[in-house]
């Protein structure tokens, strides 16, 4: 067993440690750590120990993340290293138009769809949407009351149109219920990560302007938390709401998908799909409308300036204010959620603290409960075992803490996650809803779900076979013979950033493997060639040092050599192909993905054995530029 391995089972099976980014971008900047750490303001010996393995807090992972000038990646990296998560969010990417990667994303999966969609970035602004969307919220105009602002439109932002325009509550059926705390519950998750961002802090104003906004944001949405922690968020997928609609009620099948490359960013695409229209048997008005439905001038009038934004320094608009700051603004906080589950117990904090297994003193319990300091990540687990917290509360516990995402809880949901993916296949895999090759697939990349389309596609190919693309996705491109003939520039297309990505799942792992990640580890290893690329390639891209591919790869351009028409694999042809990822969001708790071959173009002859220089060029050796991306200067229809 070669060193290196040692070194990874040593850490967690992890190809980089913290070390390894801290050397690396230090002799970037041609320091040496002691001209480096007097430089920035570490002592010599404490900057010495952070880089030959000691621990590094977080604070001063910030620092080094920005004396070192760390890119993007390698801050996320950096992250991950540190506190064994993904970020929550490493921004709020909030779109001007369409980047090519998003509009070849939109092409595969949301051009297709029948049903009303909308593809929102990290504000919830509309980047893109189909006519079924358009035509569907096109009775908001037609409902006699108009937007105090025009941002609040669906066709706008989603998000805004729920809170504030006054069509919502009569269009939302359920208003309450179904949509309002579900939407705040989103909200406050992007603002506990991003307070300052002007676009959350004007949806705060307004939200703290409006009496019946502000209780529920401040009451339903705390009891939200509280009850279901991060579940009041990912499990609101698939999930049935209704709509009025041409004066019936229809019933809608609302469900989430997030774009791979924007994972990180809070895009999201909404689709809403009928499943069955019921008279109307009454109004549904909102709650409180001699709050939200009072006239108003400026709330009869598209355009005009929200309250919120002329508010003074004095009155009201100071209450307003001070109703938002940090200190009163957090929703839930760990104090809060240790306090409400220890109530439950009926223990006091000294007899709970001096229980045998709970994992400090009764000191320390306290001042975690009063909010002056936070738990420790390494005993979590033992506080929520000790408090009975369910997993999904845990996991906002995790978050609060490290606002980064937990550890995935398994590679696979019990039964009510696989209902969930059966009916979320029907409307995103099936080859009615996606003519494309498709495979939704789970957090080992053991195939769910996949189309006819994919079958066919590899349909040269003998089952039952574990290493079948159609059984495990991770396995037929490690595996798989066929992989190296039929993966145009297998090494560097496909092999490499799939590994990339392993290797950040074992990064965020590491303190405890999944069984079925270390056995894929072992198997990779019985392999010279894929060990080199974990230990060589792979390990360069998760320093920071390649071409950063992990998410940048949705929506490339990537090629098949596929059997000709008469299935002799000596007469192979070529097909371009655009494959995009994504996560259902019911599925992110064990990191559910999929992968899309769209194909595009005509299958092109080639050799019996294709070159090695295939990948993103077409045979003839020009460049494969792909369909001709959308380029529109502001957000629209497909």
């Avoid at 406050?188 to 676009?199: A, C, E």
């Avoid at 049935?240 to 009620?249: D, F, N, T």
């Avoid at 054995?609 to 959308?630: C, I, M, Q, V, W």
Wanted: with cysteine.
């Amino acid at each position: 067993m070669t060193a290196p391995h040692d070194a990874a089972r040593r850490s967690g099976t992890a190809p980089i440690t913290t070390s390894d980014l801290l050397r690396h971008h230090r002799e970037l900047l041609g320091y040496t750590q002691e001209v480096f750490a007097l430089q920035h303001g570490f002592s010599i010996r404490a900057y010495n120990e952070m880089e030959n393995g000691g621990k590094v807090s977080l604070s001063h992972m910030r620092a080094l993340r920005d004396a070192l000038r760390m890119g993007p990646q390698a801050r996320a990296q950096f992250f991950r290293l540190v506190t064994g998560d993904a970020p929550s969010l490493k921004g709020l990417n909030v779109s001007s138009g369409v980047d090519p990667t998003t509009a070849n994303w939109c092409d595969s999966h949301l051009a297709v769809q029948d049903a009303p969609a909308v593809l929102l970035d990290g504000g919830w602004n509309a980047v893109r949407f189909n006519d079924a969307w358009a035509e569907l919220f096109s009775e908001a105009d037609e409902m006699g009351e108009r937007a105090a602002h025009p941002l609040d439109h669906p066709l706008n932002n989603p998000m805004r149109f729920c809170l504030f325009h006054p069509a919502a509550s009569r269009m939302l059926l359920d208003y309450e219920e179904s949509w309002l705390v579900t939407a705040m519950c989103q909200f406050v998750h992007h603002f506990q990560l991003y307070p300052q961002n002007q676009q959350l802090l004007e949806i705060r104003r307004r939200i703290a302007a409006d009496p019946y906004l502000s209780e529920v944001y401040r009451n339903r949405v705390r009891e939200e938390f509280t009850e279901r922690g991060v579940g009041c968020v990912i499990e609101r997928d698939v999930e049935e709401r209704a709509l009025r609609v041409g004066g019936r009620r229809q019933t809608i099948l609302f469900t989430i998908v997030v774009p791979w490359h924007g994972r990180e960013y809070g895009y999201q695409m909404l689709t809403l799909t009928p499943v069955r229209n019921d008279a109307l048997r009454q109004r549904h008005p909102h709650p409180h409308p001699e709050v939200r439905h009072r006239p108003s001038g400026d709330r009869n009038t598209v355009g005009t300036t929200p309250p919120t934004q002329t508010l003074g320094a004095t009155g009201p608009a100071t209450a307003i204010e001070e109703a938002i700051q940090p200190a009163a603004e957090r929703v839930q906080t760990v104090g809060d959620l240790l306090f409400r589950y220890r109530s439950r117990l009926g223990m006091s904090q000294e007899v709970l603290s001096r229980r045998p297994s709970f994992p400090v003193s009764p000191r320390t319990y306290r001042d975690w409960e009063t909010g002056r300091s936070l738990p420790r990540k390494k005993y979590l687990p033992a506080l929520a075992a000790a408090l009975h917290m369910p997993e999904a509360v845990k996991g906002l516990l995790h978050f609060l803490i490290t606002k980064g995402d937990p550890p995935t809880s398994g590679i696979r949901g019990g039964p009510a996650i696989a209902a969930r993916s059966r009916r979320w296949a029907r409307e995103h895999v099936d080859d009615r809803r996606q003519p494309s090759p498709i495979a939704l697939m789970d957090g080992a990349w053991d195939v769910i779900a996949c189309n006819n389309a994919y079958r066919r596609l590899f349909g040269h190919l003998p089952e039952p076979d574990p290493n079948h693309p159609a059984t495990n996705g991770f396995r037929y491109v490690m595996f798989h013979p066929d992989a190296r003939e039929t993966l145009a520039g297998w090494y560097e297309e496909w092999m490499i950033p799939w590994m990339v990505e392993f290797g950040a799942t074992l990064l965020r792992h590491r303190d405890r493997l999944h069984a079925e990640h270390a056995a894929l580890l072992e198997e990779v290893e019985a392999y010279p060639e894929l060990w080199d690329a974990y230990t060589g390639p792979v390990r360069r891209e998760l320093q920071g040092r390649g071409r950063a591919i992990r998410f940048e790869g949705d929506g490339d351009g990537r090629g098949l050599w596929l059997p000709g028409p008469d299935g002799d694999p000596a007469h192979r042809v070529y097909q371009a192909i655009r494959l995009t990822s994504g996560i259902p969001l019911h599925g992110l708790s064990y990191g559910y993905n999929f992968a899309c071959l769209r194909p595009y173009g005509d299958p092109t002859p080639g050799p019996g054995r294709p070159p090695a220089e295939a990948g993103r060029r077409t045979p003839d050796g020009t460049h494969d530029g792909g369909p001709t991306p959308f380029r529109g200067a502001r957000p629209g229809k497909c």
